[in-house]
């Protein structure tokens, strides 16, 4: 049986590969199954120019034991790059299920996964077992679930200090309802990106123009990822239309702080030591307050001290 994988973004569809999946166990009425929706979109590392994952299987667990597994079969591996600001991958359309709650969802990787870095490309191994597993979801009976896994490469490198030219993947993931979640966007001030960074990031679309991130609550003080205050997200500025902009797309329903810095949020160094950055951040003019389906709008002024 073919399944259509489709890159989409919130507003359009835009391009499509091929897919073949293994059936569902779950079979019955109306009263018994629900429709299930899953796509895959990431939140970006700015120190790398792809990351190349081959994508195997989606696997549904059932909480009465019973297990419903989806095989992919990709010309090519996913440059998880390319599913960012709101772009997702979609791996499951309107496939229908047995309803009711699932323990958790597992996305099973293949051993093709590479790392580009200053066009160097590096292999990714993974130390670990191959997939990995989110938290659980319910089904509803006769309705459907529309859900993303988003896969935070930032949080999903190593780079053993040991060799440098060694690259591991260890897949940080998270799932998300698409019924409980809104969007964090906004623009960067070029005077903002000019002190932070240099004149050279003025109006260029080749330099890196900063990040822009995602602390949930308000009034938080902003620190780098694998600290103790690590966002939840961290997403790139980019220049687009002589304005510089952000989309931090899939964000849960709350309170967040939002700050930029230009600072380089090194990849951890070695399993279990966490870089340290000393990143100097500046706050948006707004903290945020999320919801569902909604944008919220967060800019950074020239005069934002």
Known sequence: MKRSIRLFTVSALAAGIAACGGGSD????????????????????DSAQEVNIEVDALVLQHSNGERSRFEFDMAEPVNLLTLTGGTVMSLLA???????????????LGD?????????????????????????FIVPAGGEINL???FDVRKSIVNPQNN???????????????????TIAGTVAGEVITNQCSEENAG?????????????????????????????????????????????AFIPEGEYTVSYT?????????????????????????QATVESGETYTVNFEASTP
Not at 30 to 44: C, E, Q, R, W
Not at 112 to 136: E, F, H, K, M, W
């Open 204 to 248: 260029s679309t080749d330099t890196f123009n900063g990040s822009v991130y995602i602390h949930e609550g308000f009034d938080v003080e902003p620190d780098d990822i694998g600290s103790d205050q690590e966002p939840l997200v961290a997403v790139p500025v980019n220049y687009e239309n002589d304005q510089f902009v952000y989309t931090a």
């Open 148 to 150: 993303t896994i988003d």
């Open 112 to 136: 093709g996964n590479t790392i580009v870095i200053d066009g160097g490309v590096y292999d990714l191994t993974t130390p670990s077992a191959r997939g990995v597993q989110t938290s659980g």
């Open 164 to 182: 440098p030219d060694v690259y591991r993947l260890k897949p940080v993931i998270r799932l998300v309802d698409n019924s409980e979640v809104g």
């Open 94 to 108: 309107d496939e229908e299920v047995a309803a009711g709650d699932y323990s958790w969802m597992r996305l099973e």
């Open 26 to 45: 779950g079979t019955g009425t109306a009263d018994s199954t629900g429709t299930v929706n899953v796509g895959l979109t990431d939140a970006p590392v």
């Open 262 to 286: 230009c600072g380089d949020d090194q990849i951890e160094t070695a399993e279990g030591e966490p870089s340290d950055d000393d990143l100097n951040f500046i706050i948006g003019d707004s």
